[in-house]
């Protein structure tokens, strides 16, 4: 019963782990080059649309499984007597821990800066997509980072 426990916690790290990675790659590759192409006025309406949906029950569920689990996954494995990965698990954990905190602690604000920032003449607009894009894009591409490394020691600890 512990077996099946333990491989389905580390089922589910692999899967919200997995999910993080996906957002955050296609983050960086894709949507923001895409509103790189935009002018401020529609970068800031589109970016403030997505950081006004995005924290859902669904993402936040997920944001906040993966470290969970992965952490869960770490600790149910410790003392057990057959060969474990515990190395990997716990690198796993390590770097999803590491994604959430360069979320909260990089992303988040400057979210919540762009969402007050005056926006109403183009200079404003201008001003407001200076302060947030690189700053938020370097974060973003820290979190890809982390959350793909987080997700690939995952799963090579469940290979072994």
């Given at each position: 019963?512990?077996?099946?426990?333990?491989?389905?916690?580390?089922?589910?790290?692999?899967?919200t782990?997995?999910?993080?990675?996906?957002?955050?790659?296609?983050?960086?590759?894709?949507?923001?080059?895409?509103f790189?192409?935009?002018?401020?006025?529609?970068?800031?309406?589109?970016?403030?649309?997505?950081?006004?949906?995005?924290?859902?029950v669904?993402?936040?569920?997920?944001?906040?499984?993966?470290?969970?689990?992965a952490?869960?996954?770490?600790?149910?494995?410790?003392?057990?007597?057959?060969?474990?990965?515990?190395?990997?698990?716990?690198?796993?954990?390590?770097?999803?821990?590491?994604?959430?905190?360069?979320?909260?602690?990089?992303?988040?604000?400057?979210?919540?800066?762009?969402e007050?920032?005056?926006?109403?003449?183009?200079?404003?607009?201008?001003?407001?997509?200076?302060?947030?894009?690189?700053?938020?894009?370097?974060?973003?591409?820290?979190?890809?980072?982390?959350?793909?490394?987080?997700?690939?020691?995952?799963?090579i600890?469940?290979?072994?």
């Amino acid at each position: 019963m512990f077996a099946f426990a333990s491989t389905a916690v580390l089922a589910v790290s692999l899967i919200t782990n997995g999910l993080l990675a996906g957002l955050f790659f296609v983050f960086s590759c894709a949507i923001c080059p895409g509103f790189r192409r935009m002018d401020d006025r529609s970068y800031v309406r589109a970016f403030r649309a997505i950081n006004r949906t995005i924290p859902n029950v669904w993402f936040l569920s997920v944001f906040c499984a993966a470290p969970l689990t992965a952490i869960a996954s770490a600790i149910m494995i410790i003392g057990r007597e057959e060969p474990t990965p515990l190395g990997w698990l716990v690198a796993g954990a390590a770097c999803s821990v590491l994604t959430f905190v360069i979320t909260a602690a990089g992303n988040v604000p400057l979210n919540r800066a762009l969402e007050v920032a005056p926006a109403d003449t183009e200079q404003q607009q201008c001003r407001a997509r200076q302060d947030f894009e690189a700053r938020w894009n370097t974060w973003n591409h820290a979190r890809t980072l982390s959350s793909i490394v987080a997700l690939t020691a995952l799963a090579i600890s469940s290979t072994g």
